[in-house]
């Protein structure tokens, strides 16, 4: 990332403006991926990567995850930028140094986001937390189209996505798990008989901190299925919990889920839910819970019947129960859910969906791209011209120097922003989102 710092006058004072350009950085190889957050050329913050292919990490025997210093601690930094897999996939990831918490592709994820990306065949373990994309998401990340295979193993905190949503009082929006699935063995190994450390495991997010004041650790989970074994090896006390989606939320009421299917071979553990475990609100109190699906056969086992967790206080008719051969038919999107199986989703009859993946995929995902914009842009001989589409747009105009230009927030309506000949950089927010455009006026 470029760091532009330039002063201005103003009147009536002087102010200090700092423009960061992203650097759009390409990611071919398995040197290229490990240079990330350890070279000054690959940045934790402020840069986008994408992959132009495949990669392979085979012969890497113990995965660093990025921004971690080494294998055996969890110390350095934390991801804020994009990685994009352009539809390509990560195999073979493996960690093996299961002392040492905080295991994933990533180390953690902060006001970040992942998308387009297939993580094949890992083979992780590690303390707390363990996921397959990150040990933990914190501040408004996005993690979208993003399919996790293999097997993910820890002490506690261990989820198929991430193993924790942390709290953060900076950026207070939802986290989000969009249109991902997971196929993985998943596995909570300590016997902890703390409720405040609990043994837990989860297909999609293993735990949530609680929140404290103004910091919050949202999450916002949809369109997603999970397929596998989801275990705790405590079954002896109720510190142990195992759930399809989200296995142990803090004391509080942050959670989105909408059209979640659970499709797990076994979910185990001293208390196992379908959808969630403990402790805090009930499903009706979450800020969202419909559309939720499960196949039948699922046997949940509890070593106290009096206390199922507050995913086992989900009254009948809620969760919708099918065989599974049904969601492996498209009648069956087609019928209950909003699955896009035009740009996200295919699937061939009898199988269950995956995420799409075919040569064309940077067309398909500047298509995706373009439906999550709640803007559009557009130049003339005059300017720029800015229409807000069903958000209010905060926006900021900077020229190729770092001034800016022009600064508006809530944009409503349509605008027209007089600019001569040049190139600019227009940095937008919306629903809690950020972006950045160049623009040419000719």
């Keep these: 990332m470029k760091n532009k710092c330039i002063k201005m006058v103003l009147i009536?004072?002087?102010?200090?403006?700092?423009?960061?350009?992203?650097?759009?950085?390409?990611?071919?190889?398995?040197?290229?991926?490990?240079?990330?957050?350890?070279?000054?050329?690959?940045?934790?913050?402020?840069?986008?990567?994408?992959?132009?292919?495949?990669?392979?990490?085979?012969?890497?025997?113990?995965?660093?995850?990025?921004?971690?210093?080494?294998?055996?601690?969890?110390?350095?930094?934390?991801?804020?930028?994009?990685?994009?897999?352009?539809?390509?996939?990560?195999?073979?990831?493996?960690?093996?140094?299961?002392?040492?918490?905080?295991?994933?592709?990533?180390?953690?994820?902060y006001n970040s986001q992942v998308k387009d990306l297939d993580l094949v065949n890992v083979n992780i373990k590690g303390s707390v937390p363990v996921g397959g994309i990150s040990g933990a998401m914190i501040g408004e990340t996005h993690i979208e189209r993003v399919s996790v295979t293999g097997t993910i193993e820890g002490e506690r905190e261990v989820g198929g996505i991430v193993g924790r949503i942390a709290r953060n009082n900076i950026k207070t929006?939802?986290?989000?798990?969009?249109?991902?699935?997971?196929?993985?063995n998943i596995k909570a190994t300590s016997q902890s008989t703390n409720m405040n450390e609990p043994s837990c495991a989860a297909g999609i997010a293993a735990y949530t901190h609680s929140t404290q004041g103004n910091s919050v650790a949202k999450i916002d989970i949809r369109r997603v299925y999970v397929t596998g074994s989801i275990t705790s090896e405590q079954k002896t006390n109720t510190a142990g919990n195992a759930a399809g989606i989200l296995a142990f939320y803090d004391s509080h009421n942050f959670i989105k889920m909408e059209e979640v299917l659970v499709l797990s071979d076994t979910i185990g553990s001293a208390t196992s839910n379908l959808f969630f475990c403990?402790?805090?609100?009930?499903?009706?109190?979450?800020?969202?819970?419909?559309?939720?699906?499960?196949?039948?056969?699922?046997?949940?086992?509890?070593?106290?019947?009096?206390?199922?967790?507050?995913?086992?206080?989900?009254?009948?008719?809620?969760?919708?129960?099918?065989?599974?051969?049904?969601?492996?038919?498209?009648?069956?999107?087609?019928?209950?859910?909003?699955?896009?199986?035009?740009?996200?989703?295919?699937?061939?009859?009898?199988?269950?969906?995956?995420?799409?993946?075919t040569p064309d995929e940077l067309t398909k995902n500047s298509s995706i791209l373009e439906k999550d914009k709640k803007y559009m842009l557009a130049t003339d001989t005059?300017?720029?011209?800015?229409?807000?589409?069903?958000?209010?747009?905060?926006?900021?105009?900077?020229?190729?120097?770092?001034?800016?230009?022009?600064?508006?927030?809530?944009?409503?309506?349509?605008?027209?922003?007089?600019l001569s000949q040049g190139i600019y950089v227009v940095r937008l927010s919306y629903n809690g989102k950020n972006a950045v455009e160049k623009i040419i006026v000719r």
């Design 12 to 109: 009536p004072a002087m102010v200090s403006i700092c423009l960061n350009v992203w650097s759009q950085i390409p990611i071919s190889s398995v040197e290229d991926l490990q240079k990330i957050g350890r070279d000054d050329a690959y940045p934790l913050q402020g840069a986008s990567y994408y992959l132009t292919n495949d990669i392979d990490l085979t012969e890497v025997d113990d995965w660093v995850p990025i921004g971690a210093t080494s294998a055996s601690t969890p110390g350095g930094g934390q991801f804020e930028g994009i990685f994009d897999g352009k539809g390509y996939c990560i195999k073979n990831l493996t960690i093996t140094s299961s002392n040492a918490g905080f295991k994933g592709l990533f180390i953690r994820l």
């Design 173 to 184: 929006g939802y986290n989000q798990i969009y249109d991902c699935y997971v196929n993985a």
């Design 382 to 418: 005059k300017g720029i011209v800015l229409t807000p589409v069903s958000s209010e747009i905060s926006v900021q105009i900077f020229s190729a120097i770092g001034a800016q230009l022009y600064a508006v927030k809530n944009l409503r309506d349509q605008t027209s922003i007089p």
């Design 278 to 357: 403990r402790r805090g609100a009930t499903y009706a109190e979450f800020e969202l819970f419909d559309k939720v699906y499960a196949r039948t056969g699922i046997i949940l086992n509890y070593l106290s019947q009096t206390d199922k967790g507050r995913g086992g206080e989900i009254p009948d008719g809620i969760i919708n129960y099918l065989p599974l051969a049904d969601f492996t038919t498209k009648q069956f999107y087609e019928d209950n859910v909003s699955w896009d199986f035009d740009d996200v989703w295919t699937m061939t009859e009898g199988s269950l969906p995956v995420l799409k993946r």
